[in-house]
């Protein structure tokens, strides 16, 4: 509990919240970015408002850092490979439940989505579970 951050936590999650309805309100688009990315490189799709949003996400990271500075970044100490291997899963994962955190947990569970709230629910407890075996483990 060394980097909690409860302010910082609650100010980027009503963001996160905020982003979603505008998104839901203005396009009809539920804002699940492993579908948005995907949908940047799928034939026939209209992509640039997809575009525009996995830029504005960048961005956003670029000027947090510019106002802010590094503080409460998060710092990984795992090699690339493994941060390289963890993102294939993560991005194998999410096309074969349909969806990832964002979509799910973000959109679906403030939907009532049931498939979204089971889904969300693997997520967690597969999480909790790696960082046992990750931490306690190896």
């Known amino acids: 509990m060394e980097n ?3 302010l910082s936590g609650l100010v980027g ?12 309100l203005l396009s009809g688009r539920v804002a699940g970015i492993s579908g948005i ?3 940047i490189f799928t034939k026939g799709e209209k992509s640039l408002w997809r ?11 670029v000027g947090y850092v510019a106002v ?11 090699s690339l ?8 899963l993560v991005g194998f994962g999410t096309r074969l439940g349909s969806g990832c955190t ?8 403030a939907r009532f989505s049931k498939r979204s709230i089971v889904a969300t629910i693997t997520f967690f407890v597969v999480a909790m579970v ?8 190896f």
């Not at 999650?13 to 839901?24: D, P």
């Not at 802010?68 to 795992?78: H, M, Q, T, Y």
């Not at 964002?102 to 569970?109: A, E, K, Y």
């Open 51 to 61: 575009v525009a949003f996995v830029v504005g996400m960048l961005f956003a990271a």
């Open 68 to 78: 802010v500075g590094r503080e409460g970044l998060v710092e990984l100490d795992v």
């Open 4 to 6: 909690f951050a409860p």
């Open 130 to 137: 790696t960082v046992f075996i990750v931490r306690h483990v």
């Open 13 to 24: 999650g009503v963001m996160i919240g905020l982003s979603a309805t505008l998104l839901l």
């Open 81 to 88: 490979p493994l941060v390289v291997l963890g993102g294939l």
């Open 37 to 39: 990315v995907g949908g």
């Open 102 to 109: 964002s979509g799910h947990g973000v959109c679906g569970i």
